[in-house]
């Protein structure tokens, strides 16, 4: 099975602290995405690369950055937390297409 | 820009009742359409994957179909029961990318 791992559940910051969500994947997958989810608006996709140390963005990049140092690890960095940056996180991965894709279980992240 | 809307967005039924639940896309030109499951607080699960040139997908009381054309698909719950509760959500894939827009989701209640 298909284990996509991401660090935290829950983490808790302060506005304008550097913020680091990890997630790592076990099935050599190329393709990895970072989601943001809230109520009302859905899921919205924020960056997604298709190799290491490739990246591209997604609907709404701002405020985020990504990294791919590795093909496992896909790590997604909030450089100056805000309030609006509340939100669930879910990170994703996938072989080529037509595959599903697989997601973790999300990080709850709260700024304060 | 696609856009996907499910409806409704929330359904209650009792055990045992056959349901469909409707997602609709505004660009026919997609790679693939896939349905996900949503247990609150957690991540998604892939239950079906239709490639643009497929009709329909079936797995145990599942079945999703695909009308590319019109822009639609189902998703066919068989036989409910109360673990079926939870968020059911579409996606379409514009690429084997699998760079993925999603719908709203649909909120499903299956009582006892």
């Known amino acids: 099975d298909v284990k996509v791992t991401q660090s935290s559940r829950y983490l808790v910051k302060r506005t304008g602290e550097k913020v680091f969500l990890e997630c790592v994947q076990d099935m050599d997958h190329e393709n990895m995405f970072w989601y943001r989810q809230d109520p009302g608006l859905g899921l919205r996709l924020i960056y997604f690369?298709?190799?290491?140390?490739?990246?591209e963005k997604g609907d709404i990049p701002e405020g985020y950055s990504v990294s791919r140092e590795k093909k496992e690890r896909f790590s997604l960095i909030l450089e100056s937390a805000s309030t609006n940056q509340t939100s669930m996180y879910l990170c994703a991965s996938s072989g080529t297409s037509p595959v599903p894709l697989h997601f973790g279980n999300g990080t709850r992240l709260t700024v304060t | 820009k696609q856009e996907v809307t499910q409806i409704p967005a929330a359904l209650s039924v009792p055990e045992g009742e056959n349901l469909v639940l409707n997602c609709s896309f505004t660009d026919s030109a997609i790679y693939n359409l896939q349905w996900f499951r949503q247990d609150p607080g957690k991540g998604l699960t892939s239950l079906l994957l239709i490639q643009s040139s497929q009709r329909e997908q079936t797995s145990g009381r599942l079945n999703a179909s695909l009308d590319k054309s019109s822009g639609r698909s189902t998703l066919y719950i068989a036989a409910s029961q109360p673990g079926d509760s939870a968020t059911y959500l579409c996606?379409?894939?514009?690429?084997?990318?699998?760079?993925?827009?999603f719908g709203g989701g649909t909120r499903l209640m299956v009582k006892p």
């Open positions: 690369s298709y190799d290491v140390k490739m990246k």
């Open positions: 996606a379409v894939s514009r690429d084997a990318g699998n760079m993925l827009t």
